[in-house]
């Protein structure tokens, strides 16, 4: 196998209560990428498509993923990577992830495996932190391994993969503003109450029960979030208009995706998370308001070769 | 069926990153309870042995935790209690708990069981709120569900029972000292820092999926709390040392049951239990300190009738 093409899922980090530390694999969004081995060595991206990204190795996510692989195992060859890009970077459904992973993903298939999926992650986080400054796996992990991601730890690196009960389907809509993740973060304080601790930590327990006993009113009970939401809700047009809808068509739960401006829904069946995005649509219609809207059952197996 | 004798199981709450919303039953370590019916209407405690505890029912957990129960449903006849109490009041390992569930738990089964025993929770917090101040479940949950209680919500309540995996044991010492309930609650702090509630609900994430894939070493990484126990185990004399000799001993992990004073650990295998029970045993002995000891499995039934 001298090359592969890859299908590199995009992801919901966060999922209101677990802040930092859960997240899910989509199935119908993300982007594809073509991993190439060379008899030069080393790692060259190639082509971009669909994004206006730095082709230079150091400067762009999946160079750098790949390149930390690299540096814990030795290659006979070298590698071409073209980027496909259809995730939005910006979008906070996990773009740069989705490059990350797909980088020492494909490196791993050229090189027969040397790396578990799980170990990959470590790797891939080191996109992240040249994409956010912060080396966090709430998205690659999701993305590596599929369904729902536990980081239990991220130093050192303890990640939980969560299968996803077999009906789960997501709802994402993109609205085209531009939200950096460096504003998101700036709007968090520091501290919380106890209180408003306590009940995301009874929550995060829920929505995992929820997840390992596919009760799927535990985990719409479970997805609730009265530390983060409420800060950076206001960054996001017609959050609560569009959380609103989304609950009015059926939805388990609402919130935002990563750290926005993509706000999320969990439904029971396709048929009603195919509702729930047409109540989002009519909010950002009426709104005049340009979007993207993905429907994608939760994808158990992760980033793959296509 | 005119009367019977239940057995009233001890409870571990809180299990370090779990504060205020988890907890555990115990097989081992409980008080027993007689519940009789009497023609005479309400409810009366008649007996309590091994406790200087009220007989006034409305100042006794058994019997306000019964009357709240009595006031959602007619009974055709009236109930007597008999308490006798092996847990010692102010242990941290649910004495009141115990009491609590045992009347509504008796009381139900005379009453052909109106109630389920999720039901039967709400009014035993009633007993909670009378030892404590305030009608919290982590105790009342597990002691009548068995196995480990997640309280998702106390408001609307919301429990989830988590079976135990099959080889999980606690042992519990209490050292013989006072440590009163408000005084615990006294050096809390009403904030905490973000990390370290990302901490903790990564850790009770990690908990909660340890126990339903039986993941004995993820059990073990989860149970680790750095808001609550810092600044409690500082009122348990020997603490540390003792948290210390249970990990030497093969413990997967420890911390303060309850409020305190006792001081528990998880184990896989009864023999290792045990161990970590004698590890324990010669701290305080070296010491001088008092104490009892319990080694007990989980117990996945909760409160029964022998």
């Known amino acids: ?89 910006g979008s906070g459904i996990g773009s740069s992830a989705a490059s990350s992973a797909g980088a020492v993903f494909g490196i791993n298939e050229l090189l027969d495996n040397p790396f578990t999926r799980k170990e990959l992650v470590l790797f891939a986080m080191q996109g992240e932190k040249l994409a956010s400054g912060n080396a966090h796996a709430d998205n690659v992990a999701p993305a590596l391994l599929g369904g729902f991601t536990l980081v239990r730890s991220s130093s050192p690196l303890d990640i939980v993969k969560i299968p996803s009960p077999i009906d789960l389907y997501a709802t994402v ?26 009940t995301q930590w009874g929550n995060v327990g829920g929505l995992v029960a929820g997840l390992y006993t596919q009760d799927y009113e535990l985990i719409g009970r479970s997805l609730h979030d009265e530390i983060v939401e409420p800060l950076r809700s206001v960054l996001i047009p017609g959050f609560d208009l569009i959380k609103k809808s989304a609950y009015t068509n059926g939805a388990l739960g609402s919130g935002i995706s990563g750290s926005g401006p993509s706000i999320f829904a969990l439904s029971k069946g396709l048929e009603t998370a195919n509702a729930v995005a047409k109540g989002m649509s009519k909010v950002y219609d009426e709104m005049n308001l340009p979007y993207e809207i993905h429907v994608s059952k939760v994808n158990d197996e992760g980033i793959k070769i296509i």
């Open 173 to 198: 809509v993109h609205p085209q503003i531009e939200l950096k993740t460096s504003d998101a973060r700036s709007v968090l304080k520091q501290t919380v109450s106890l209180k408003s601790a306590i």
């Open 1 to 89: 196998m001298n090359e592969i093409k890859l299908f590199c899922p995009a992801t919901i980090a966060n999922l209101s209560c677990g802040f930092d530390v859960l997240g899910l694999c989509l199935e119908t969004a993300g982007d594809e990428m073509i991993v190439r081995k060379s008899t030069e060595k080393g790692v060259r991206i190639i082509k971009i498509d669909g994004a206006d990204l730095p082709l230079e190795t150091e400067k762009n996510v999946a160079g750098v993923a790949a390149l930390a692989m690299l540096e814990q195992i030795d290659s006979p060859f070298g590698f071409e990577i073209e980027i496909y890009k259809r995730i939005k970077a």
